[in-house]
């Protein structure tokens, strides 16, 4: 009786043992709410990521355009700038700079570059004030003879002058004009030319530049462009021009003027309220200054965001905001500075 009882108490503690080990055929695993909770949250973890992707990715993009625009238009009003700083100024010739003056100028090869007035190509001639500064607002998109792609509404400026090196004999660029002086006359010749006899006279590269916005066609987009003509020998036209910098959508200019003499700007006009006298820069009328304004524009539209801004130009202004009044996607950024011309003062040197 003992054995059995022993034996029977034994079998029920296995039996007991066996029921609360693990089934080796059984796996554990999350419920259906788990899940769908478990994914919930994934969902609003990806979301912030992507969110804060986005933002990041938009600031960097305004950030970049931002910076190109900067770029763009400093680099525009600096090429203006220097240009305007060196107008007028040809070497150690000390007498106004005029046909009288030369003994010697070329004739260029192919239909020169020619701006308003009688005497206002690329080098001076018997007949008027030479004009070594002139300006135009477009009103069409041929503004003088040599363009035909301007867009209306921005400015067109000649620039004469000779570039502030003096060029050694040996050394001269057959593709370019130089001038050769002392302070009593010059001579004007191209670089594959015999060097006229100037007694005690140094050498200096001429230059005459345009400056100019067009629009380019670049793939589906199309991009503003300052374009800057530069004087070539041997070129067919002589002006030869190049796109300089992109995104520059407007350039305009107002002319300090002294209307009496007294060598101080008595106010500034644009362009088209320019006078002969003033271009002439003859007796007590002269141009003195020149503030520049230059409006860059981004390259890409940017669909997130409406331009509804107004733009002060001088004595104008605009926008680009359509008869619905809705602006486009473009970003922009006004410059602008003021240059005093030094070697606008005096029809002579001291």
Same mark, same amino acid.
């Given at each position: 009786?003992?054995?059995?009882?022993?034996?029977?108490?034994?079998?029920?503690?296995?039996?007991?043992?066996?029921?609360? #080990?693990?089934?080796?055929?059984?796996?554990?695993?999350?419920?259906?709410?788990?899940?769908?909770?478990?994914?919930?949250?994934?969902?609003?973890? #990806?979301?912030?990521?992507?969110? =804060?992707?986005?933002?990041?990715?938009?600031?960097?993009? $305004?950030?970049?355009?931002?910076?190109?625009?900067?770029?763009?238009?400093?680099?525009?009003?600096? =090429?203006?700038? &220097?240009?305007?700083?060196?107008?007028?100024?040809?070497?150690?010739?000390?007498?106004?700079?005029?046909?009288?003056?030369?003994?010697?100028?070329?004739?260029?090869?192919?239909?020169?570059?020619?701006?308003?007035?009688?005497?206002?190509?690329?080098?001076?001639?018997?007949?008027?004030?030479?004009?070594? #500064?002139?300006?135009?607002?477009?009103?069409?998109?041929?503004?003088?003879?040599?363009?035909?792609?301007?867009?209306?509404?921005?400015?067109?400026?000649?620039?004469?002058?000779?570039?502030?090196?003096?060029?050694?004999?040996?050394?001269?660029?057959?593709?370019?004009?130089?001038?050769?002086?002392?302070?009593?006359?010059?001579?004007?010749?191209?670089?594959?030319?015999?060097?006229?006899?100037?007694?005690?006279?140094?050498?200096?590269?001429? +230059?005459?530049?345009?400056?100019?916005?067009?629009?380019?066609?670049?793939?589906?987009?199309?991009?503003?462009?300052?374009? $800057?003509?530069?004087?070539?020998?041997?070129?067919?036209?002589?002006?030869?021009?190049?796109?300089?910098?992109?995104?520059?959508?407007? =350039?305009?200019?107002?002319?300090?003027?002294?209307?009496?003499?007294?060598?101080?700007?008595?106010?500034?006009?644009?362009?088209?309220?320019?006078?002969?006298?003033?271009?002439?820069?003859?007796?007590?009328?002269?141009?003195?200054?020149?503030?520049?304004?230059?409006?860059?524009?981004?390259?890409?539209?940017?669909? +997130?965001?409406?331009?509804?801004?107004?733009?002060? #130009?001088?004595?104008? &202004?605009?926008?680009? =905001?359509?008869?619905?009044?809705?602006?486009?996607?473009?970003?922009?950024?006004?410059?602008?500075?003021?240059?005093?011309?030094?070697?606008?003062?005096?029809?002579?040197?001291?």
């Amino acid at each position: 009786m003992a054995l059995f009882t022993r034996y029977f108490m034994h079998q029920s503690n296995r039996k007991y043992v066996l029921n609360t #080990l693990p089934n080796a055929h059984q796996q554990a695993g999350f419920s259906l709410i788990e899940i769908f909770v478990s994914l919930a949250i994934g969902l609003v973890l #990806l979301a912030g990521i992507l969110s =804060i992707f986005v933002g990041m990715r938009t600031t960097s993009e $305004q950030t970049s355009s931002f910076g190109e625009l900067q770029e763009n238009g400093r680099f525009a009003v600096s =090429i203006l700038t &220097n240009d305007l700083l060196s107008q007028n100024f040809f070497g150690d010739l000390a007498e106004n700079f005029s046909f009288s003056a030369l003994s010697a100028v070329p004739a260029v090869v192919g239909s020169d570059c020619i701006g308003d007035g009688i005497n206002n190509a690329s080098f001076p001639t018997a007949t008027g004030h030479f004009r070594t #500064l002139w300006g135009t607002t477009a009103t069409n998109n041929k503004p003088i003879n040599c363009i035909n792609d301007a867009i209306v509404g921005s400015d067109v400026i000649q620039i004469k002058r000779v570039i502030a090196a003096e060029e050694s004999p040996t050394a001269l660029n057959n593709k370019r004009y130089y001038l050769i002086s002392n302070q009593n006359t010059g001579a004007i010749f191209a670089g594959d030319a015999p060097v006229p006899v100037v007694n005690l006279g140094r050498i200096w590269e001429y +230059q005459a530049h345009v400056y100019y916005v067009h629009n380019d066609v670049q793939g589906n987009t199309t991009v503003p462009v300052l374009m $800057q003509g530069s004087l070539r020998n041997g070129s067919l036209p002589p002006i030869d021009f190049s796109p300089i910098i992109d995104g520059i959508e407007r =350039i305009r200019f107002m002319y300090g003027v002294d209307t009496d003499g007294d060598g101080f700007v008595n106010g500034y006009l644009s362009a088209s309220n320019m006078t002969s006298t003033y271009w002439d820069n003859e007796s007590a009328s002269k141009i003195l200054a020149v503030k520049i304004y230059v409006l860059a524009r981004s390259i890409l539209p940017d669909n +997130q965001y409406e331009n509804t801004n107004t733009y002060q #130009l001088g004595d104008i &202004n605009i926008n680009f =905001i359509d008869t619905n009044g809705k602006g486009d996607h473009y970003r922009r950024l006004l410059f602008s500075t003021t240059v005093s011309l030094p070697n606008a003062r005096t029809d002579k040197w001291p």
